[in-house]
C-alpha cells in the first residue's frame, strides 16, 4: 500500500514538473520573439541614424532629397515599437516564469532613441505637420485610467496619420526615461506631453486630436 502512495506521489511530481516545463518552455518562446522583434526595429533605426548623419554631414542641398525616405523610416519603425508595447504587456501578463525586466529595458532605450530620431527628423527636413505624443502610464500598479488612455490613444493613431505616439513607465530606473520624465514635469499617470505641454489627465478622443492638428 505504502509503495502504491509513493508511486501516486512521484506521477504526480513528474506531471508537475513536466507542465512547468511546458509552461518555461512557451515563456520562453514569447520572450525570445519579443527580444528578436525589438532588435529588428533596432537594426532599422541604425540605418535611418546613418541616412541623418548623412545630412548633417554634408548639408541640406543634396541631402533633403532623403527626408521621404527618412520619413517612411521613421514613421514605419515608430509604428512598430508602438505595436511591440502592447504586445510586450500581453505577453508579460500570460508570463508565469521568464523575467522581462531585461526586454523592457532594451525596449525602453529603443523606444527613447527612435522618439529622438523623430524629433531630429522634425528639425532636419522641417516637417512641422508630424505631432508627438508622448504617454507616460504605471505598469507597477494596476491603473484603469492608464488602459483608458492607451485605448484612446490606439483611436488617435488610426484616425491621424501625423501622428506619433512613444509610451514610457512612470516608474523606472533607466536614466533617458527619468531624464523625460524630469524635463515634462511627469508626476503621474496616465499623463500626456503633447507640443512640449504636459497634460496629467485622463484626456478625450476629440480633445488630443484638436491638440496634435489631426489630419
Known amino acids: 500500500m505504502v509503495s502504491l ?14 507542465g512547468m516545463y511546458v509552461v518555461k518552455y512557451f515563456d520562453d518562446q514569447r520572450l525570445a520573439k519579443l527580444e528578436g522583434d525589438i532588435e529588428s526595429v533596432s537594426r532599422e533605426m541604425q540605418e535611418t541614424q546613418q541616412l541623418m548623419l548623412y545630412m548633417q554631414v554634408f548639408g541640406d542641398s543634396n541631402g533633403t532629397s532623403l527626408c521621404p525616405i527618412i520619413e517612411s523610416k521613421v514613421r514605419t519603425q515608430s509604428e512598430k515599437i508602438y505595436e511591440l508595447s502592447s504586445l510586450m504587456r500581453q505577453y508579460e501578463e500570460a508570463n508565469i516564469l521568464s523575467s522581462y525586466e531585461r526586454v523592457k529595458e532594451s525596449y525602453f532605450i529603443a523606444n527613447t532613441e527612435l522618439f529622438l530620431y523623430s524629433m531630429q527628423e522634425v528639425q532636419l527636413c522641417n516637417h512641422q505637420n508630424i505631432s508627438h505624443i508622448l504617454f507616460f502610464y504605471d505598469d507597477k500598479q494596476k491603473c484603469e485610467d492608464c488602459i483608458v488612455q492607451g485605448g484612446i490613444l490606439d483611436q488617435v493613431r488610426s484616425q491621424c496619420s501625423n501622428v506619433r505616439v512613444f509610451a514610457f513607465p512612470v516608474s523606472t530606473q533607466l536614466d533617458v526615461v527619468e531624464v523625460l520624465s524630469m524635463r515634462y514635469n511627469i508626476t503621474s499617470a496616465p499623463s500626456l506631453v503633447i507640443k512640449n505641454a504636459t497634460y496629467s489627465k485622463l484626456m478625450p478622443v476629440d480633445e488630443v486630436k484638436a491638440l496634435v492638428n489631426c489630419t
Open 5 to 18: 502512495y509513493i508511486k501516486a506521489g512521484a506521477i504526480t511530481l513528474i506531471l508537475f514538473l513536466l
